[in-house]
């Protein structure tokens, strides 16, 4: 690793040399890299000990083996060792016993006083930092001595030793040091088992991420200068990491004073990126967001060539310390306008307006606890003992239609026991279950898409993955609706960008219950206008779920009226129609609601800054579902069995013939009622209920084409 770093410095050099216009025959001569690996120190006690023994006077002995053993994790922490701290003890009381040797000394009588010999170091008189210095000489003349003196084939053995030893004796001391610039690309992730209770212990406000705590300790080692550092954007946002951000990076002395964030692409591990310059004196940061330009610049130059010319013309914008301070948790949240700030000051917060979003329960087992609605063969709805189960899934703006159900029978009282069982105690994992079938919002905690609540459905329990928000009084109906449009307004997506840790798209975002109660919403009362348009589309939503034969209410009656009037072949065209007109009134009604709320946060006339940040981070509104699914614009579109945008009329009507297919066929066994909502006391209520099985037998009576004819014919 050393070789390998030292060439790749020397090359850099090189070329720094030649973009500078120095000639070769010019440029100095680099005799030393002065890389320094972290790594334990020699193992075998043995030569520990033996090597310990040369070393005089003894106390440098002593140092030299609690500088090994206090170098045993190296290896795993690097520089995060803080070895300097840990020796400084170790240090002040060689020094202090030195000193008090030269004491008892001093009290012999003339001539009597042991006489030192002339190779014997002088120590008397300076600090701890001399101390170790004139230590590290010793130790090194010593180790070379070492060396020369073996004997019968140990030489190998005792170079290996010291060139092992030599190595952390000169990171030992360059931790001692003061810097001017530190510049890193540190690791990120979890500290190792071995590790982890030192950097808890350690680094109590950055434990949890490892690039956090190296730049804590790259702070420590350039109290007066500067940090540099190319590191995972998320710890400018994560909540577990607030209190570093303030009182490492927002803090009055040496503040944080550039700021990039780079978004992916930077480097090769799927990892979204910022750089950071901390130190000096100053009020504001200086942001800039390049996240997504370097892509575009790449197929014609190199990736560097390329950062370093969106890096240039970037527009940055300069940001207080006392502003990013404000914001909830601290984030790095500089891309917001200040318009946009400005409203978590004046607007309550959804938890100021008397909300709360809570995670649900995690059954430990949803292979046994939970089953597909129609796995359970029941007329009632839910099932005894079964409750519905909100878990998040796909975007599902307005309305959500699970078709989970929970075994929460006697109070979730077999779930418990098997959490108990695992955990020690089962509210480790069974939380918030006092929020079961009560009125809320229910959203996915993780996904890709845009923030996306729908109401919850009625006497539902909820997991972990699909966080419910809740009042803590009661609300009316309208308070209910209003809220839900201004969840799904790009203004409520923009404010979330305070506290999202990953924002590009295709990556997962994670939308915490402590940032969607931290932003600001607009008064719920008095917005009638709100209040119908986001019953439209509830209604409008349902419709659309109601097309698929999962659904809880499917709509069969489209479905078979359209055979009874028009045949099958007839039926297909006019469902195609029918279905598509509906899937594409999701737009309008998005936009409607869009617009009624950007006017709640911002009057009637919005300035263009702000509608520009809108279209820029979250997209422009579409006037129709191709727009949507098109880059740039708005995606409020939910997934259908049968349109995406990307197919023909002809593959779409295709998909609608298979499910008239496949609903027929359920209408034909029984399934579905003959006449749909009219209630029908024959039984067998099909053709097919006289046969236990059919099957593609043509000419039988139990012929599956034949009972669907016959089915048809009969309508």
């Known amino acids: 690793c050393a070789q390998i770093a030292q060439l790749a410095l020397w090359m850099r050099a090189q070329r720094a040399f030649k973009e500078a216009g120095i000639e070769r025959a010019e440029r100095p001569i680099i005799r030393r890299a002065n890389i320094v690996i972290a790594e334990p120190m020699p193992g075998e006690l043995k030569l520990v000990e033996e090597f310990a023994a040369t070393l005089r006077p003894a106390i440098i002995g002593n140092l030299f083996e609690e ?25 002040e009381r060689a020094r202090v016993a030195f000193t008090e040797q030269q004491k008892h000394d001093e009290g012999f009588f003339p001539g009597m006083a042991p006489v030192k010999r002339q190779a014997e170091l002088d120590l008397s008189g300076i600090d701890n930092s001399e101390f170790f210095e004139k230590a590290e000489e010793q130790i090194f003349a010593s180790l070379k001595k070492f060396v020369s003196d073996a004997v019968n084939g140990r030489g190998t053995r005792r170079k290996l030793f010291a060139d092992d030893a030599e190595q952390g004796i000169a990171f030992v001391e360059l931790m001692g040091r003061k810097f001017d610039v530190v510049l890193m690309n540190p690791p990120f992730g979890d500290p190792t088992k071995a590790a982890k209770e030192f950097i808890f212990s350690s680094y109590p406000n950055s434990k949890t991420e490892l690039y956090a705590c190296f730049m804590d300790r790259a702070i420590q080692l350039a109290p007066q200068g500067f940090v540099g550092c190319l590191c995972s954007r998320t710890g400018f946002f994560l909540t577990s990491l607030e209190k570093w951000r303030r009182q490492s990076l927002l803090r009055p002395e040496n503040p944080s004073r550039l700021f990039i964030d780079l978004g992916s692409g930077v480097l090769d591990a799927a990892v979204e990126c910022a750089c950071i310059v901390i130190g000096g004196t100053a009020t504001s940061v200086r942001c800039a967001d390049v996240a997504g330009k370097i892509k575009h610049l790449e197929s014609n130059n190199s990736e560097e060539t390329a950062l370093q010319s969106v890096v240039r013309n970037s527009e940055f914008v300069d940001v207080s310390l006392q502003a990013l301070s404000a914001l909830p948790g601290a984030t790095f949240a500089f891309q917001l306008p200040s318009v946009m700030r400005d409203l978590f000051a004046e607007l309550p917060s959804l938890a100021g307006r008397g909300f709360v979003a809570k995670q649900g329960i995690g059954t430990s087992d949803n292979f046994r606890f939970l089953r597909l609605r129609w796995e359970l063969s029941t007329d009632i709805e839910p099932p005894k003992n079964w409750s519905r189960y909100a878990k998040g899934g796909a975007y599902s703006p307005f309305f959500s239609d699970s078709n989970l159900l929970v075994n929460w029978g006697a109070d979730g009282h077999e779930i418990k026991a098997y959490s108990a069982q695992l955990y020690g105690s089962w509210s480790k994992q069974i939380t918030n279950t006092q929020y079961f079938g009560s009125m809320g919002l229910t959203y996915a905690s993780r996904t890709h898409r845009e923030f996306a609540p729908a109401l919850l459905p009625p006497d539902s329990a909820f997991d972990t993955k699909g966080c419910c928000i809740f009042s803590s009084t009661s609300r009316t109906a309208g308070d209910w609706f209003c809220l839900l449009g201004y969840l799904n307004s790009r203004c409520f997506s923009a404010l979330l960008r305070v506290g999202l840790s990953r924002v590009s798209y295709g990556l997962a975002r994670q939308y915490t219950e402590s940032l969607v109660t931290s932003v600001p919403i607009p008064d719920l009362r008095s917005n009638s206008l709100l209040e119908h348009e986001v019953q439209s589309a509830i209604a409008l939503h ?18 078979i009226d359209a055979i009874k009037d028009k045949g099958v072949p007839k039926a297909i065209d006019f469902l195609h129609q029918q279905l598509k007109t509906t899937w594409e009134k999701q737009v309008k009604v998005a936009a409607r609601i869009d617009s009624v709320s950007t006017d709640a946060y911002f009057g009637p006339a919005p300035a263009n800054e702000i509608t520009s940040f809108l279209d820029t981070e979250i997209g422009v509104v579409p006037t129709q579902n191709s727009e949507a699914l098109s880059s740039g614009f708005w995606n409020v579109v939910r997934s259908s069995a049968y349109f995406d945008q990307r197919s ?5 009507r295709q998909r609608i013939a298979a499910r008239l297919i496949s609903v027929l066929f359920g209408c034909a066994i029984g399934r579905w009622p003959r006449h749909p909502g009219v209630v029908d006391d024959q039984k067998p209520a099909s053709p097919a209920g006289r046969f236990s099985i059919l099957s593609d037998d043509a000419g039988k009576d139990h012929d599956v084409i034949d009972v669907i004819e016959l089915f048809i014919a009969n309508l």
């Open 648 to 652: 023909s009329d002809a593959i779409e």
């Open 542 to 559: 349902k419709e659309i779920e109601s097309s698929r034969e999962t659904a809880t209410k499917f709509g069969i009656a489209l479905w």
């Open 67 to 91: 500088i090994v053993s206090e170098m045993r994790l190296a290896g795993e922490m690097g520089p995060l060792l803080q070895i300097e701290r840990k020796l400084a003890i170790s240090i």
